[in-house]
Nanobody, 126 residues
Framework: QVQLVESGGGLVQAGGSLRLSCAAS????????MGWFRQAPGKEREFVAT????????NYADSVKGRFTISRDNAKNMVDLQMNSLKPEDSAVYVC???????????????????WGQGTQVTVSS
């Protein structure tokens, strides 16, 4: 059974930083793209960042480009999201997701992922 567990969320002041981690198990993790999405209260889940199965290709939502960095360590089955210069509008539950096709470069759509974590809360105060 494939499982994703996020950690690293919390409360931070605007302008601060947080690093989210996602631990994967139950699949050959290194063969799949990974993504981060977020969902704020009353809003739909939105794409944040994705990284290809090799780690060589990344893609970001315009709203986080230049502030967030996604990375992966296939030896440790981990994917991280470094978030800098946080803004109150970044507040949301952040969810890690595993791609549904092997050897993919990653997708910006939720339909490109078939395994989701429970999420970790990020709150940015103004």
């Amino acid at each position: 059974q494939v499982q994703l567990v996020e950690s690293g969320g919390g409360l931070v002041q605007a302008g601060g930083s947080l690093r989210l981690s996602c631990a994967a198990s139950g699949r050959t993790f290194s063969n799949y793209a990974m993504g981060w999405f977020r969902q704020a209260p009353g809003k739909e889940r939105e794409f944040v960042a994705t990284i290809s199965w090799t780690g060589r290709r990344t893609n970001y939502a315009d709203s986080v480009k230049g502030r967030f960095t996604i990375s992966r360590d296939n030896a440790k089955n981990m994917v991280d999201l470094q978030m800098n210069s946080l803004k109150p509008e970044d507040s949301a539950v952040y969810v890690c997701a595993a791609g549904n096709l092997p050897y993919s470069s990653g997708s910006v759509e939720t339909g490109g992922y078939d395994v989701w974590g429970q999420g970790t809360q990020v709150t940015v105060s103004s």
